[in-house]
């Protein structure tokens, strides 16, 4: 079964509105998760490490105030993008490992359509 | 960053035919992974190989990590095979846990 839980896996919604996407660890605890966009018929590209405990780490060319990332705890991160435009329409999927040098384990993903 | 190329990028194959799938990256990874993304977005872990060589079914996978390459094998390929392989490295010296992904092979498996 599932080992990561992502929430919710399909969203539509207005142009100015934030929209938050939960990823869950459901047996294992994650100190470390990560969060990736993916474009149609292009692969997935890291937005960024998120830190239970502290400030995620963003990748180059990702707006920190437009996606908002929150390590609430060891199994829980959630990512806010704040007044989404159509443009920020996208696929965008968690991953957690469950320790160094483990496999990452995936979650199934949300669409996103800003209308 | 460590880079990841994938080859092909398309791949169109009759069912039944054999494929071999070639992941290259530029350093040294403590963490291969091959998955296959379905129409859903999906993505289904495959191998987890950071080295060696594992099979599951008709599926394969070898990395030689020295030589900073991994191949996935799919046998006797059936139609429901279709959809996008992803090559995804973590390197060493990234810690060892961000994962980057290639850009991913397209196999369409014709009936």
């Known amino acids: ?115 | 960053g460590i880079q990841v190329e994938q080859s092909p990028p398309d791949l169109i194959l009759q069912e039944g035919a054999n494929s071999t799938l070639r992941c290259n990256f530029s350093d040294s990874v403590n963490n291969l992974q091959w998955f296959h993304q379905n129409p859903w977005g999906q993505l289904i872990n495959l191998f987890y190989i950071p080295s060696g060589t594992k099979q599951n079914g008709r599926l394969s996978a070898t990395t030689v990590a020295t030589e900073r390459y991994s191949l996935l094998y799919i046998s006797s390929s059936q139609t429901t095979d279709s959809g996008v392989y992803f090559c995804a490295v973590a390197g060493l010296n990234t810690g060892g846990f961000k994962t980057i992904f290639g850009a991913g092979t397209r196999l369409f498996v014709k009936a």
Not at chain 1, 5 to 28: N, Y
Not at chain 1, 53 to 58: E, L, P, R, V
Not at chain 1, 70 to 84: E, G, K, P, Q
Not at chain 1, 95 to 101: D, E, F, K, T
Request: aromatic share 10%; net charge positive; with cysteine.
């Open chain 1, 1 to 115: 079964g599932a080992v990561v839980s992502q929430h919710p896996s399909w969203v539509i919604c207005k142009s100015g509105t934030s929209v938050k996407i939960e990823c869950r660890s459901l047996d294992f605890q994650a100190t470390t998760m990560f969060w990736y966009r993916q474009f149609p018929k292009q692969s997935l590209m890291l937005m960024a490490t998120s830190n239970e405990g502290s400030k995620a780490t963003y990748e180059q060319g990702v707006e920190k105030d437009k996606f908002l990332i929150n390590h609430a705890s060891l199994t829980l991160s959630t990512l806010t993008v704040t007044s989404a435009h159509p443009e920020d329409s996208s696929f965008y999927i968690c991953s957690a490992p469950r320790g160094r040098g483990q496999p990452q384990h995936f979650g199934d993903g949300t669409r996103l359509s800003i209308l």
